[in-house]
């Protein structure tokens, strides 16, 4: 357990792999190794930095409380799963019957590339250039004073550039003002609310009056009249370049890795019979917990408090993760609404303490979970603050009040960082305007949390420089009226969306290109994905993001490469077979890609053909490497979308990869191995294309090993999402294939951004030092996204630089330029505030425990692969320890006996242990390698809302619903049910529970259900009846399945995947899947949440 994990995982130090993403420092390149980033003067706490304190270790506790489980060798072993023929598959045949293979390899010459249909000589069309595709007006010129032309499209094209970060400005910012107007020195006419609330979806605002702005001088072509319209995701028809003068580009190289590892087979989880035999009634007494204390009264209570005995905001959180925050309930001898950053640090214990301050004792109170999903804090800001700040859906912070130094962040022990999902769904109003307001100096976006200094200056919240509003700024399209700059909508939104000017663009705005790159080796046309995925793009080729400039191709692949011409004018696609797959080249380069809407009938004969191409093939070998280098070869010239779908290891040419899981091993091997990746291939291949802004999607659909830790990193430095499908087969799995029709929807017809780059800004004095998700960092603190998505989700880990003792608030600001669908920039800006502290308390009662720990999740992964396993999991239980030691010692004025912690942070210890007990970080021998990392994925790219689905899954009882408390939306009944804690404590045999995990959801039904549910909802006439594969829910006329599928329908409704549901009988062979999500209860390898909690009060107190 080495001290130095995270200085490693940022890029510098000893670390040589980089976990995911661009967990890189880019100046580490500059630096001698060793050297931390940006936090030389002072050592930012790490709290994932290794203690070296004994793990805990299940076997000291001879018997956990809550969940007796016999020692016996059945629970060791595993049974392997059943049909899991893991690696080799037979040699099938050796000739692949749709074309014979090429083998010699062509000359130096123009090389031929086989056509299976006699390719009709068709001469290549005019090569594409460059600008070939734009069709829009030419770029108008704008002659603005902007800093210096970003160049981040083409690197190629715009060598000479150089990552300046943030010029800085002309006149150095007055740094002795700070961000909020002092009183007496500057009118404090900063935003006042507007007089009405801005509507994101009003239609269009008009033009403006008579009157039109006045013009900046030198403005060359003709500056639309500012106009603001809203429009969901989307966008106009008008095409016009893209680029962010944002975006200076750095070369900078970013490595990252992860790991993974560990087979999953199911676990017997007979004993749980046992326990549920007796569930019905509390524990035995005085049931002891090897050398422990017998429970104490409040852990043999497995009732649900009465709700009055619930924090106000907890029973008033409803919604889930989708609703606003819930507005933090003040104390009402507190603090009064209105005070900036209401100092909560003179709090006393006996009075007056803020509810995220009162001292909770873990060991006695133990209902702690809210009946609903937890909602997201709100910073102690003033109303009129609040009201404008970001939604958390976007932007979080782990401390919702800002440390005034870094010494004081490091007595807290809490990481500081962001969590971000900047291109969710939303409804945002889109601004149309020739004149994008931004900071001289630092080129922050102007926001709703500057200050205007009077109508024509304002200054900067994040450097403080004062700047001249431009004349184009005074008029109002929302009021339609001049001299009201602070009523603008850039300053009323803390989330708005620009489109963005030429000087945005270094080349026109590239269109919408998707390449499909699918394997059709024989294990392929096994799985039968190959007629799924043809239907579903059949069916969604008109949904598919783009204008009339979209382009779309396919490569197919299994020891060859075949490419489809499907040029304008031809009768039938024509199949162009490469054989030669060392020195990839392309047959037609120029009629590979086609315009969709002139080629689509041909695309559509290709779609409905392909599934029987290769419907008898015996080729087994998959050269996938050779494969993605054609692809990139192809999409180069423009960027774009390519789709992978993998069914198997790689195994021939460059890029093969050979099997590096054994299962015997999982048991016996101390640490899990093979988490970075085995080869570069991947991760370079993956650089080339974010410098050619190509993304690549990875679909991977096997029961087999597959190495995803390797073939992984071609999604995750491209900016790429990876889905997996474990054991996906046509017949076998309906389940998975349900599930992968779903995602394949939402996948075509999502929205999607291309040549994006996002930087994220924040106050001076603080500074961001590494980044979590699937990107490329390009120069310190700017991320390439060749796509964005709206289901990605981003981590930045944060330090304090300078004090920030005259601050009162600070600000972070993302802004992500892309090009849309329809050719268009834009330039989305979100802007969060937050109030700075001086107390440790306050800390403390800022702290956002979701948000804390998603980003601990996401220094965890780093830290398995840069270190290990082991190491990880030390440093997550270190993590409570130290933050529940140091509000122990330093926040709390009265000591008392127990475990003890602030009401906000009171389900830290149990997201911990849930962690430790997640696919991506548990031990035993029951987790696949491959299931390992893609968790370990998912954790760092999903937006926080869904990670913690998947850290700490939902528990509903569901025979018993009502429509008590239930949601009407759309004249639609939704029931909400109570969440449950977990475990099986709160089972009854008599009951059926719904569990969802994120992307999977188990009905589990008790062996005694009542009839009733079975009858009405399932359709059933008895226990035994219950089918069992049972995955869907059948639609019955009556008022009980109704309200169920209403539940389970809204429940999937809220993310952007499919989750499967297994309808699961007591017997049934997924039952242990369902039962390891029993994070409070004892299992082989892990300790119940009562033991833990008394693992970390020992450590506490040594
Ligand atoms: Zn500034």
Redesign the pocket.
Known sequence: MSTAGFNSQNGTGTGQTYTNGPSQNPVALQQPPGVGYGMNHQPAYNPMQAKVLGPPNPALYASGPHQPVPPGPQLGSYPPPPAQPLLTRPQIGVLPSHTPPQSASPGPGPRQAQATPPAQATPPPPAVTSTSYYTGPPAWQYAAPRGPAPNHVNPAAAAPSHSSAQPP?PGA?PTSIHGYPQPGTAPPPMNPPPPHTYQPNRPAYGPPPTAPPARPPGATGTPPPPKVDAQCWGAASSARPPTEPDTQEGDVECPGDVAGNGPQAPNSYNHVDNRMAGAAQPGPPGRHLGHYPSLPPGYQNTLAPPPSSLHPALQAATQPYTQGPQPYQQQPGGPGPDQLSPSMAAMSLQSGTPEALRVVNLLQERNLLPPAPVPAPTPCLTQDLQKLNCSPEVFRCTLTSIPQTQSLLNKAKLPLGLLLHPFKDLSLPVVTSSTIV???????YINPFVSFLDQRRWK??????V?DVPEEFMYNPVSRSYGEPHKRPEVQNATIEFIAPSEYMLRPPQPAVYLFVLDVSHNAVETGYLSVFCQSLLDNINALPGDSRTKVGFITFDSTIHFYNLQEGLSQPQMLIVSDIEDIFLPTPDSLLVNLNECKELVQDLLKSLPNLFEKTMETQSALGSALQAAFKLLSPTGGRMSVFQTQLPNLGVGALQSREDPNQRASAKDVQHLSPATDFYKKLALDCSGQQVAVDLFLLSAQYCDLASLGCISRFSAGSVYYYPSYHHQHNPAQVERFQRDLKRYLTRKIGFEAVMRIRCT?GLSIHTFHGNFFVRSTDLLSLPNVNPDAGFAVQMSIEENLDDMQVVSFQAALLYTSSKGERRIRVHTMCLPVVSSLSDVFAGADVQAVTGLLACMAVDRSVTSSLSDARDAMTNAAIDSLSSYRQSALTIQQPGLLAPACLRLFPLYILALLKQKAFRTGTSTRLDERVFAMYQLKYQPLAFAMLMIHPALYRLDDLSDEGALNINERTIPQPRVLQLSVEKLSREGAFLMDAGLVMYLWIGRNCHQNFLSQVLGVSSYAAVPEKLCLLPELDTAESQRTRALVSWLRDQRPFFPSLHIIRDESQLKPHFMQNMIEDRTESALSYYEFLLHLQQQISK
């Open positions: 400005g910012p931004r900071c001289r100096s630092c080129r922050t900067c919240n994040l450097c403080y420089r700047n001076k």
